[in-house]
């Protein structure tokens, strides 16, 4: 919205700022954040009269948190809120990736809510079914992969590029909006899967958005794109706002949600987030890298899928507890551990999908 500010502006004066992405992408930072640190403690207050007991604890988790029965979730409204206050304000909103992503967050963090409302509700671990989820999340992701082929020059639509391999885009027709939608579904779960401890999830979401930001903001520049190699998508730029924003918030999330939390992002923030890093991975082409950054919330959702699987078949399991993290709780690593060591593995993990922006 402020974009337009720069209409009043005779090209050297404040106003022009406007004009960039990077400029305006530190405002969406220090918006969402400001807008965390103000509506926080009222957010947390509303949440926690209204829904008395809290989040519902597993019975079959960790001992460690029954300690935690009370707290109260939905805590991703504050995330969300910060992000689309951020986005709005500061993104050009003549740009069809901005609503893109919007669009994707809103949803699915509607999912979200939807679940986590019945939870607390009935006050047990069965919210929507499984079965709903991957419905109405397989329909949105549906849209969306149509939708951000469309907004692609035409030579790139329904096109796979590989990292490490320039100009190599593999065509894969029709079939490309079902694997879309499994990227955009897949990390959604994913990210859901590993929002079990107290700050896990947040800043491995954090790291990924900004890593695929600046993958948005170089693929959206020729002149970058002409010197490392990579597809030019015209307008992607404008994403690095949308993700500066998922920083912005998320820190001033974290401020609440650091280890002892006072709320839980539940599947309103978590469902939200791994949606938008799905589509920001679809809407650059950077679907492979995504698995490469993102590679902490792989690890977690293979964890479940080994576990269900072999458990189906020899009755006998592979990990103590899965999620993966539960597991190391499991064998005695403390919280604060598990969770500075997961973030470690997140920063590592996205160097190397930085790398391949090079590496061609």
């Given at each position: ?27 969406a930072f220090l918006t969402a954040l400001l807008f965390g640190f103000v509506f926080g403690r009222p957010l947390i207050n509303v949440l926690r009269k209204r829904q ?89 992701a549906g849209i969306a992969a149509w939708w951000g082929t469309s907004l692609q020059p035409e030579a790139m639509q329904l096109r796979l590029a590989l990292p490490f ?35 896990l999830a947040i800043m491995p979401v954090m790291i990924a958005a900004g890593t695929l930001g600046i993958i948005a903001y170089a693929v959206g520049r020729v002149d ?137």
């Amino acid at each position: 919205m402020l974009y337009w500010l720069t209409a009043l502006s005779d090209g050297g004066d404040f106003f022009n700022l406007f004009r960039y992405i990077t400029f305006r992408a530190g405002g969406a930072f220090l918006t969402a954040l400001l807008f965390g640190f103000v509506f926080g403690r009222p957010l947390i207050n509303v949440l926690r009269k209204r829904q008395g007991k809290g989040q519902p604890i597993r019975e079959d988790g960790p001992e460690g948190h029954f300690e935690k029965a009370g707290t109260p979730t939905m805590g991703g409204l504050l995330i969300v809120g910060a992000l689309v206050t951020s986005t709005l304000l500061w993104a050009r909103l003549d740009n069809g990736f901005v609503w893109l992503v919007l669009f994707v967050t809103l949803t699915y963090g509607l999912i979200g809510f939807a679940d986590d409302y019945a939870k607390v509700s009935k006050q047990n671990t069965d919210g929507v079914s499984g079965k709903m989820r991957l419905l109405l999340g397989f329909i949105i992701a549906g849209i969306a992969a149509w939708w951000g082929t469309s907004l692609q020059p035409e030579a790139m639509q329904l096109r796979l590029a590989l990292p490490f391999f320039k100009d190599v885009l593999w065509n894969l027709g029709f079939f490309f909006v079902p694997f879309a939608m499994i990227v955009i579904v897949g990390a959604a779960n994913a990210v859901n899967l590993t929002d079990g401890l107290d700050g896990l999830a947040i800043m491995p979401v954090m790291i990924a958005a900004g890593t695929l930001g600046i993958i948005a903001y170089a693929v959206g520049r020729v002149d970058f794109t002409q010197y490392l190699d990579l597809h030019y998508v015209p307008g992607t730029g404008e994403i690095l706002i949308f993700t500066a924003g998922i920083a912005g918030g998320g820190l001033g999330f974290l401020w609440y949600n650091a280890p002892p939390a006072a709320v839980f992002m539940g599947d309103t923030g978590s469902l939200a987030l791994g949606g938008a890093l799905g589509a920001i991975a679809v809407a650059t082409k950077h679907e492979l890298v995504l698995g490469i950054v993102g590679g902490l919330f792989v690890l977690e959702a293979l964890s479940v899928i080994i576990q269900v699987l072999y458990f189906k078949r020899t009755g006998k399991r592979v990990f103590l507890m899965a999620p993966i993290h539960h597991h190391y709780e499991k064998k005695g690593w403390s919280e604060p551990q598990i969770v500075i060591r997961f973030w470690i593995i997140s920063l590592i993990l996205a160097m190397i999908g930085l790398a391949t922006l090079k590496i061609r």
